[in-house]
């Protein structure tokens, strides 16, 4: 029986086919929007083939960033427990795994993402779709205010890993992890759990613009 054209077969170039395209299909349409089947075509493989490799979408994920560890292997732990201790058990978890050896490849991917826009953003889907995602879900955060409260956490994990591995500033790149948890997890508790300002759920400035009456308008009635 003839082979189908256009697909290619099961070889050692087919996983890396896969790969680049996941990695450009994340990069362009972020974790949600890229699917397995749209993957596939790119790749010119089956989708039954991505799904042989890699079992999901997620594990794909994490296989186009090389990252050595899993986010919903390991995240359980921290979500476990008073709701009211999250926070700084999210931050404890974050420096145990970037304190390990898995934080060597972190601090690499980081390293190029301050510089090339492409790695930007993957690593802000990877922090979105694959740690802040989980979190939001597990705790039942109002729909309304989660991608709010996501963007808040995500900027007080990121600059923390930033500050203490890459740009490594003292005191905080060898403080204590403990200390260190102490210290910033009640401020990703209160964007995770806490009440927010109304300066801080107040929507960007130029969506109140566009909502606004125009100044030549008429007034009703």
Request: hydrophobic share 50%; proline share 9%; aromatic share 4%.
């Amino acid at each position: 029986m003839a082979r189908r054209t256009g697909r290619r077969p099961g070889n050692p170039d087919t996983r890396e086919a896969i790969l680049a395209a996941a990695r450009n299909a994340f990069a362009e349409r972020g974790f949600e929007h890229a699917s397995i089947r749209s993957i596939a075509t790119s790749a010119g493989v089956d989708p039954a083939l991505v799904h042989h490799y890699f079992k999901s979408k997620d594990k794909l994920f994490l296989a186009a960033l090389d990252v050595p560890f899993d986010p919903g292997e390991l995240l359980p732990q921290a979500l476990a427990g008073d709701p009211n201790g999250v926070g700084q058990r999210v931050v404890a978890l974050v420096l145990r795994v970037w304190d390990s050896p898995a934080g060597t490849a972190g601090v690499a991917l980081l390293r190029s993402a301050v510089n090339n826009a492409w790695t930007a953003r993957l690593v802000r889907e990877f922090v979105l779709s694959q740690v802040l995602r989980r979190v939001v879900a597990h705790l039942a955060v109002d729909p309304e205010q989660a991608p709010l409260r996501a963007a808040l956490v995500a900027s007080q994990i990121i600059g923390l890993v930033m500050m203490r591995y890459v740009i490594r500033l003292e005191p905080l790149a060898s403080a204590p992890a403990q200390q260190v948890a102490e210290a910033v997890g009640p401020t990703v508790q209160r964007y995770l759990l806490g009440e927010l300002t109304p300066a801080e759920l107040a929507p960007p400035a130029d969506a109140a613009t566009a909502d606004a009456p125009s100044p030549d308008a008429s007034p009703a009635g």
